[in-house]
């Protein structure tokens, strides 16, 4: 490594200046659990290992700003980006929405909200893309670009998208592009989370 100290790329990953997320690129099981090799020891890390770190280091981030999130703007845009990754495929089956649910109301910075008010809030952006996924995706996208003035608050939101959509271990296609069109909604760069 050439006297540079070993970085381990689920560490680098999320500092101040580059936000990215390891990408796990299939819907395939097998691509899953394919290892990946450590650069410095040449230690097997296996990429759901690698994501859940990421997604752990990235929600530890928005645990720091936890008190500047507390616009309604921010609220909103929150429950529809979870909404827009929980439904990324085109659906939305009862298990993957109480799975989004759950997570919702366990999400430290999302506390500083009412978990019923979020929970109808979600619910309504769920209604909204189920009706008819391009068109409610159009509103849902809307919303979330309401957050584009304030670049800290843009930022949660597309972490908080990227979180997830990476809790169940996998953060798919589908559900990179809706955080990709998200990333343009609010005005950042999709490349500044390697998306």
Request: hydrophobic fraction near 40%.
């Amino acid at each position: 490594m050439g006297g540079r100290p070993c970085v381990h790329p689920a560490r680098k990953l999320f500092s101040p200046i580059r936000t990215s997320p390891i990408r796990a690129t299939t819907h395939r099981p097998d691509a899953a659990r394919a290892p990946d090799t450590h650069p410095c020891k040449g230690a097997e890390v296996p990429i759901w290992n690698q994501l859940r770190q990421s997604a752990q280091t990235m929600q530890g981030q928005l645990t720091a700003k936890k008190n500047e999130l507390k616009s309604g703007a921010f609220r909103d845009a929150s429950m529809a980006i979870c909404a827009l990754v929980a439904a990324a495929d085109g659906t939305i089956d009862p298990s993957e929405r109480q799975r989004v649910a759950s997570l919702i109301v366990s999400n430290d910075v999302l506390n500083n909200f009412p978990a019923d008010d979020l929970q109808r809030r979600f619910n309504e952006y769920v209604t909204k893309l189920q009706a008819d996924f391009e068109f409610g995706k159009v509103s849902v996208l809307q919303d979330i670009g309401k957050t584009k003035k304030k670049p800290a608050e843009a930022r949660a939101v597309i972490q908080i998208g990227i979180v997830i959509g990476g809790a169940d271990g996998t953060f798919d296609k589908s559900e990179q592009a809706v955080v990709r069109e998200a990333c343009f909604a609010v005005g950042i760069s999709p490349e500044e989370f390697d998306l």
